[in-house]
């Protein structure tokens, strides 16, 4: 009998143990997370879903290291991209002016962002307001650009709070040809989602619940 070694993924972000709590006034204390565990493995597309003020944006922003939590660990292997519920933006810069400050951050060169940028403008369709301010976009294109600047680095991990929540139903079909790209090239992304239709575009779903997964 012969026996075919099977490649081990090693995961991409790794979390667990992940407790939270806030604190409303001097008594009282809110236990959000008691002990959620979460794994993302190279090219899985992940859905987190759970009842609203289950701990969902609570516990990405543990993820992606934008809040401490009281116990637990993560670690992440790699870039990461992350595209939080409400688009975070200058609103005095152009669309383009955006991916040339994000560029320089993610320390890309000039011809690698500028790339990146032709590409996103494209799979999400938004080029045409590449010299438009942020303040005078709308909500929906805010979100493009900011889906587009976590993704212009590529990233290992991509992170997204309910990310088509603005989206036209063009637009939506658009992020799921991208998500599906990522997952060929190995990518991993973890979303956000309060749509049962959704359900089988996702490899798998993690339940939030009672503070665990
Ligand atoms: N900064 C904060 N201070 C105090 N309480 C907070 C804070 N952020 C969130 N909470 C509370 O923690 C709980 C979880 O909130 P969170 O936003 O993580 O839930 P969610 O599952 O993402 O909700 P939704 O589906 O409505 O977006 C809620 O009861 C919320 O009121």
Same mark, same amino acid.
């Not at 899985?44 to 290291?65: A, C, H, P």
């Not at 011809?111 to 301010?133: D, I, M």
């Not at 088509?164 to 997952?183: K, N």
């Not at 060929?184 to 979303?191: A, H």
């Given at each position: 009998?012969? &026996?075919?070694?099977?490649?081990?993924?090693?995961?991409?972000? %790794?979390?667990? !143990?992940? %407790?939270?709590?806030y604190r409303h006034g001097l008594r009282h204390r809110q236990n959000v997370l008691r002990g959620a565990?979460? &794994?993302?493995?190279?090219?899985?597309?992940?859905?987190?879903? !759970? %009842?609203?003020?289950?701990?969902?944006? &609570?516990?990405?922003?543990?993820?992606? !290291?934008?809040?401490?939590p009281d116990a637990? &660990?993560?670690?992440? /292997?790699?870039?990461?991209? $992350?595209?939080?519920q409400e688009p975070v933006y200058y609103e005095r810069?152009?669309?383009? %002016?955006?991916?040339?400050?994000?560029?320089?951050? $993610?320390?890309?060169?000039?011809?690698a962002e500028r790339r990146s940028r032709r590409e996103l403008y494209a799979a999400l369709g938004f080029e045409r307001y590449a010299s438009t301010r942020a303040d005078?976009?709308?909500?929906?294109?805010? /979100?493009?650009?900011?889906? !587009?600047?976590?993704?212009? /680095?590529?990233?290992e991990v991509l992170l997204l709070d309910e990310p088509y929540a603005g989206f036209d139903w063009d637009t939506y079909l658009r992020f799921w040809d991208l998500v599906a790209r990522r997952r060929e090239q190995g990518r991993s992304v973890l979303i956000i989602s309060h749509f049962v239709a959704d359900e089988e575009r996702f490899d798998r779903i993690v339940h939030l619940r009672d503070g665990r997964t």
């Amino acid at each position: 009998m012969t &026996t075919t070694a099977q490649p081990v993924r090693t995961a991409v972000l %790794e979390a667990s !143990g992940i %407790e939270k709590s806030y604190r409303h006034g001097l008594r009282h204390r809110q236990n959000v997370l008691r002990g959620a565990d979460i &794994t993302l493995l190279p090219g899985e597309v992940v859905g987190l879903v !759970g %009842e609203n003020g289950s701990g969902k944006s &609570t516990l990405m922003k543990i993820l992606v !290291g934008a809040l401490r939590p009281d116990a637990g &660990t993560v670690s992440i /292997a790699g870039r990461l991209g $992350y595209c939080p519920q409400e688009p975070v933006y200058y609103e005095r810069l152009t669309c383009d %002016e955006h991916f040339e400050l994000f560029g320089r951050a $993610y320390r890309m060169s000039q011809e690698a962002e500028r790339r990146s940028r032709r590409e996103l403008y494209a799979a999400l369709g938004f080029e045409r307001y590449a010299s438009t301010r942020a303040d005078q976009l709308s909500g929906g294109t805010l /979100a493009k650009l900011n889906l !587009g600047l976590a993704l212009l /680095a590529d990233p290992e991990v991509l992170l997204l709070d309910e990310p088509y929540a603005g989206f036209d139903w063009d637009t939506y079909l658009r992020f799921w040809d991208l998500v599906a790209r990522r997952r060929e090239q190995g990518r991993s992304v973890l979303i956000i989602s309060h749509f049962v239709a959704d359900e089988e575009r996702f490899d798998r779903i993690v339940h939030l619940r009672d503070g665990r997964t």
